[in-house]
């Protein structure tokens, strides 16, 4: 996947302000550690228990890698879709009952899409039922030494007791990178598209920070804004968790700024992540602050995405915040060649490993039996072949390759005709289906998707189907990307090199936001 050169995302406007003008209050908890020694640069009440999201899908792509090594599954095995899944709440892709979607593309519209029907189809596919797979997601968190991590369901929606910490989700992030390295640029590609249906990635820094390539983010009005992510520059690589930001703006500043603070050297290198003391107790519930008193109503993901693209809030007024006498705001991302995705099975589903679901269950057997059968019976009883209700695609030959060898034929334009749900809530019943209008083929700006709202064509010798998805890396050793402008942070003793701020020349202006 091909990308433009960086657009700087992040403008800054030189105020004539004191050096006093702080930063608005952090609003949860937050981490940054680095991936190769897991040492922690930057905590602030990283272990505070916090309603995860749809970070949740962090840990399902966890627990089908892990069944994918085992060859407990394929990636190209064919998933069939239950009626669980697709009664899913949005954000979702709109499957039908009986349809198949292979997990190479699950995993893909899930980092992307972060499609909740696609999370139940994953969950069922490795486990079986969704119960079961809660049941691994929990063995393997405390496996990880996630003590402070509980999980309900894959996709994130709110259940009371699904809950983790800024600290867990650091370190599951750290197992995916290092127990799963060949699968790395999963979490950064910038855009999919399913039909002619284009899907951006909601990680704001992705396609804006110079270095970022990953992970996921996470929105229910009980967690407020969740992002993990990760970003790479000079040889050095770190992960930043931020939990419980009031827009998603606000969320991909906050990450910027500690990845800003980390890669400058401000942090100095603190204990290990397992070694940060328990706090313990539940998540709050952040609804009535995040959903009721701030907008009357529940923002989406995207954050009132028609607003976002003037670079406006939800009141109508420019998204800015304060650093030292700097102000800046988020601006247009990159434009991204979106990867194919398809609905139904490839070419080696064939051969592949059956979905945990699709295998037959034993029948109980009972005390008592049947009768036998009159002869008459007998002789008319004939096994009548069941009609499937898949319908067939192939996918398209732009396809990426999967080391299980996708197919190359291109599927008809009415084959499994999938509709993406852009719902403006993460938390509401199911809505009726809408007549879709297909969307820009061509590399473009997509209306992004809402969160809780996309197969991996990857080879152990470098993911060429995902080239061009993360953003570009210096060589180990090189200095950092010289930022376009200096971004003066809180406690900094002087500016700092800034790939994120740009002070406009001539009259200061704020760049139009392409998303959140």
């Known amino acids: 996947m091909e990308r433009s050169q960086p657009k700087r995302a992040l403008a800054a406007l030189a105020l004539a302000m004191t050096a006093s003008a702080a930063m608005p209050a952090m609003a949860g908890p937050a981490i940054v550690a680095d991936i190769d020694s897991g040492r922690v640069l930057y905590s602030e009440d990283a272990t505070q228990p916090w309603h995860p999201a749809s970070v949740t899908k962090l840990m399902t792509v966890y627990v089908a890698l892990k069944a994918l090594a085992d060859r407990n599954i394929g990636l190209e095995t064919a998933i069939p879709v239950s009626k669980r899944a697709s009664a899913a709440p949005p954000s979702k892709i709109r499957l039908k009952p009986g349809q198949e979607i292979t997990l190479d593309n699950a995993l893909k519209i899930l980092m992307v899409k972060s499609a909740n029907d696609v999370a139940i189809v994953v969950a069922e596919g490795v486990g079986g039922t969704v119960e079961n ?34 600290r867990d989700m650091a370190v599951l992030a750290r197992a995916l990178l290092t127990e799963f390295p060949e699968y790395a640029q999963l979490y950064g590609i910038g855009a999919v598209k399913l039909n002619n249906i284009v899907m951006l990635n909601t990680n704001g820094l992705i396609g804006r920070y110079p270095g970022a390539d990953g992970m996921k983010t996470g929105f229910i009005c009980a967690s407020g804004f969740n992002v993990v992510a990760t ?162 695609s192939t996918p398209p030959k732009s396809a990426p390759k999967t080391p299980e060898k996708s197919a190359t034929k291109k599927p008809s334009p009415a084959a499994n005709p999938v509709k993406p749900e852009t719902a403006p809530t993460s ?52 200095a950092p990307a010289a930022g376009p402008g200096p971004l003066i942070l809180p406690g900094a003793a002087a500016p700092l090199p800034s790939t994120l701020a740009k002070p406009a020349s001539g009259k200061p202006a704020l760049k139009p936001a392409a998303d959140q």
């Open 133 to 166: 797979f809660a049941a691994m997601m929990n063995a393997q968190a405390q496996r990880l030494g996630m003590t402070d991590s509980h999980f309900i369901n894959p996709h994130g929606l709110f259940a009371a007791e699904q809950q983790s910490t800024a």
């Open 231 to 392: 970003a790479a520059r000079g040889g050095k690589k770190y992960v930043a968790v931020v939990f419980g930001e009031p827009s998603a703006q606000k969320r991909t500043i906050k990450a910027s700024q500690l990845f800003d603070r980390a890669f400058n050297g401000e942090f100095s290198r603190g204990p290990q992540l397992a070694a940060l003391p328990r706090v313990g107790g539940t998540a709050p519930n952040l609804r009535e602050d995040i959903c009721v008193k701030r907008l009357g109503r529940e923002p989406s993901e995207n954050d009132a995405p028609a607003a976002m693209m003037q670079g406006t809030n939800d009141d109508g007024r420019p998204v800015t915040m304060m650093a030292n006498g700097v102000a800046f705001a988020t601006g247009p991302r990159d434009e991204f060649t979106p990867i194919d995705v398809f609905i139904g099975p490839s070419s080696g589903s064939k051969r592949a490993p059956v979905a945990a679901n699709r295998k037959a269950v034993p029948a109980i057997q009972t005390a008592t039996a049947e009768p036998p059968a009159k002869p008459e019976a007998k002789a008319n009883a004939k096994s009548a072949p069941q009609k499937s209700t898949q319908q067939k």
């Open 427 to 478: 938390e509401p019943a199911p809505a009726p289906a809408a007549t879709a209008s297909p969307a820009q083929t061509a590399p473009a700006k997509a209306a992004p998707p809402v969160e809780n709202a996309g197969g991996i064509g990857i080879s152990p010798a470098g993911p060429a189907s995902f080239r061009g998805t993360a953003a570009p890396q210096p060589a180990p050793g090189a």
